[in-house]
């Protein structure tokens, strides 16, 4: 539905709503500020946390993470997700919790799952209410300078 190409965003007609354009804008964003070298290491989960929470897709809300608490779906850890470091291993955790059969569980009548994308934006979501704009960019800042991404991600949680 949504895609970034370099700073281009490209939008198919499902896609043009402002809760994909500010998530994949979020990804646009995310790149320009980070050197090479920052992007090629920061952590899968983590971009789709920080575009999830932006975007406020209610997809990926935290009520339908608390749907899926309540329903007792399966969903990743916070451990777990902290290992989501690759596109791929992002995408087999999405086959693997079933984030691509919504549009056979839509044609069965059943409500659409997002068990990765919601447990990236949970995690997100109360970090950035933690840390806020500043938390954000002290992060990237860190990345940028060369250090590793556990390291800023616990230093800027520390922030006052």
């Known amino acids: ?89 992002w995408l087999d955790a999405v086959h693997r919790y079933g984030e691509d059969k919504n549009v056979q569980r839509k044609a069965k009548g059943e409500p659409e799952i997002r068990p990765v994308y919601s447990a990236a934006g949970h995690e997100l979501r109360h970090w950035l209410a933690e840390v806020g704009s500043p938390g954000l960019l002290a992060l990237i800042a860190r990345l940028n300078d060369g250090e590793d991404f556990e390291s800023a991600y616990q230093k800027s949680s520390q922030q006052p």
């Open 1 to 89: 539905m949504a895609k970034v190409y370099g700073d281009r965003i490209l939008l198919s007609p499902r896609g043009l709503n402002w809760h994909f354009l500010a998530h994949e804008w979020s990804h646009a964003e995310m790149r320009s500020r980070l050197t090479l070298h920052a992007g090629w290491h920061l952590p899968q989960w983590f971009d789709e946390g920080v575009a999830v929470a932006i975007s406020e897709a209610p997809e990926h809300s935290e009520s339908h993470w608390q749907f899926l608490v309540a329903a007792n779906v399966p969903r990743p850890t916070r451990e777990e997700l902290h290992t989501f470091k690759s596109l791929r291993q």
